[in-house]
């Protein structure tokens, strides 16, 4: 497929400065950009709060659901508008406008942000549906091609590394036997109220790589906790947003690259004292272009 | 019930419908929690001074430390925004 509309970030402060002084605000310019690649029927389905089949995106029920809701649409907004350039990305979003849940396209583009926050060159692909050929996206580590698939349905309520285990053990042969492998697992949202969620999910990890799989290099955890970011030097500014918290199991069993460590997050650390520039507002490489509190983000983009 | 607040102050007030517990410290509020960064948590005491002379927010003792809430009037407040701009979003993308 072809790839779709490009929005330039010339282009969207442009169309800002036509907006009523009201309407000058993030969530009028997230849910611009949705439209833009989503269409508006795919709005109304997902965001609309009198919509049949609420969802993560959808602005109703509690202040804080629709609050959450907020986040999740201004950051989909965001990961729209940076990735609108990777090859596939066009593929990524029409599944997402055809599926019923948006869920698992939305996780695509959460690994493909951090894979691009984190400089690897990949892409998104077609999952086939078929026994070794049923994955979503292909990475360049170190000149390997590896295959990547993104679990968004652990199905259970309380932490529990038997349900880890066994998602990774069923999804195993979607991989290809003959190339490196990685699982990217989205952590439920309820897990981190508990505590030792993340020493649960690494054993289910450890568990799924002592049945003996080599095709599998790595599995990546990963979870959004929202948290709010102060400005370091501009008082009064500051912002909620979702982030993201990987943990990188390795596989000792690997049958690739025993001599690369297969993390690919740990590249882009914003939390880096030891790097100047980071630690930012921003919390992700100066390249990844934020729309909270917009048009703060865009600065220093405007002429691109 | 309109209020002018600046854009940090009701970042803080959305923060704190999400859960993001903030703290009351000798040199002023932090944002505190796992996902915390704490060098970027620091908040303009500013920004939390316009919630607490507004009522929409109050300083709340829970035994451990003075945390700050939101008020029943700081969520209503809140909510309006939040339904109002998405709704005048989604209004103005269909007129388009």
């Known amino acids: 497929m072809g790839e779709g509309p490009i929005i330039r970030p010339r282009d969207l402060l442009a169309t800002w400065r036509t907006l009523p002084l009201e309407m000058q605000n993030d969530t009028q310019i997230a849910v611009l950009i949705i439209k833009t690649f989503l269409g508006i029927d795919w709005i109304n389905r997902h965001l609309q709060e009198n919509t049949k089949n609420p969802g993560l995106l959808t602005i109703g029920g509690s202040l804080f659901e629709a609050n959450l809701a907020r986040v999740r649409i201004i950051d989909l907004a965001e990961s729209l508008f940076n990735l609108c350039r990777i090859r596939g990305f066009r593929d990524c979003v029409e599944r997402m406008k055809t599926a019923a849940n948006p869920e698992p396209s939305l996780a695509e583009l959460h690994i493909g942000k951090m894979l691009y926050a984190n400089d690897w060159p990949f892409r998104f692909v077609v999952p086939q549906g078929k026994r070794g050929d049923n994955y979503d996206l292909q990475i360049n580590y170190y000149n390997q091609f590896v295959c990547g698939d993104v679990k968004c349905k652990v199905e259970a309520t309380v932490p529990d590394s038997r349900t880890i285990t066994n998602t990774l053990k069923s999804s195993r042969t979607q991989l290809p036997e003959n190339k490196p492998g990685i699982f990217f697992v989205k952590i439920p949202q309820q897990w981190m109220e508990h505590v030792g969620w993340e020493a649960e999910t690494i054993n289910g990890a450890i568990d799924f790589f002592e049945q003996g799989t080599g095709r599998i290099v790595s599995v990546a955890f990963y979870a959004e906790p929202i948290s709010i970011i102060a400005h370091p030097s501009r008082p009064g500014h500051a912002m909620a947003q979702q982030g993201h918290h990987f943990s990188e199991i390795i596989n000792p069993r690997r049958r690739f690259g025993k001599e690369l460590d297969w993390r690919f997050f740990g590249r882009w650390r914003p939390t880096n004292t030891n790097r100047p520039n980071i630690g930012s507002w921003n919390a992700m490489p100066p390249k990844y272009i934020r729309l909270f509190q917009f048009p703060e983000g865009l600065k220093g983009h405007e002429h691109e | ?96």
């Open chain 2, 1 to 96: 019930m309109s209020a002018p607040l600046s854009a940090g102050a009701w970042e803080v007030l959305r923060a704190l419908t999400l859960k993001i517990r903030i703290r009351e410290f000798v040199d002023g509020w932090q944002a505190v929690g796992p996902w915390q960064e704490p060098t970027t948590s620091q908040l303009d005491s500013g920004v939390v001074r316009e919630l607490l002379d507004h009522g929409f927010a109050t300083r709340e003792d829970l035994g451990i430390g003075r945390y700050l809430s939101i008020t029943p009037l700081g969520e209503r407040l809140l909510d309006k925004k939040t339904r109002d701009e998405i709704q005048a979003a989604l209004q103005w993308v269909k007129d388009q």
